[in-house]
């Protein structure tokens, strides 16, 4: 038994490594960088302005775990904005009930996220990330509701709500 589950976890190792090879060059940044020069600040710099949690989420692409966050619940009137810069990403009437755990929008404010791929559940997924300071936000799937067919499963710790 032991010696089948370690031949099990080799060939596992094996083809995660292969993996890896050839997804290496497609491999991305531990964070976005900032489109605006003000926003690209040291490791430091994060650490002291964010929480753990949200620097976590934010810098090093974390994912918080589902139905933890206040904001899943959040149905008032407002504006999601980005925890890292402040900048306004989401409007709450974009906000809808996708029975994920994660706080998720049909649209974001336009201009205010940016994509990229990314590959670290092997399947790529979009990742999205703030234009501003390019802290990461969640990633984007093409199951949400009409008009535009997208869902932003977001992570409520990188988000600050503003209530109407
Ligand atoms: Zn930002």
Known sequence: MNQFLSRRT?????????????FKPMQV??????????????????????TEESYYILREEGTERAFSSPLNNEKRKGVFHCAGCDQPLFLSDKKFDSGTGWPSFWDSIQG??????????????????????GGHQGHVFNDGPLPTGKRYCNNGLALRFVSE
């Open 29 to 50: 940044l531990a964070s976005s960088l900032a489109s605006k020069e003000e926003w690209n600040l040291s490791k430091e710099e994060w650490k002291s302005r964010l």
């Open 112 to 133: 205010s996220v940016e994509t990229k791929v990314d590959f670290k559940l092997i399947v790529p997924r979009t990742e999205y990330h703030c234009s501003r300071c």
């Open 10 to 22: 080799f060939i596992l190792i094996l083809i995660m490594s292969i993996l890896k090879i050839i």
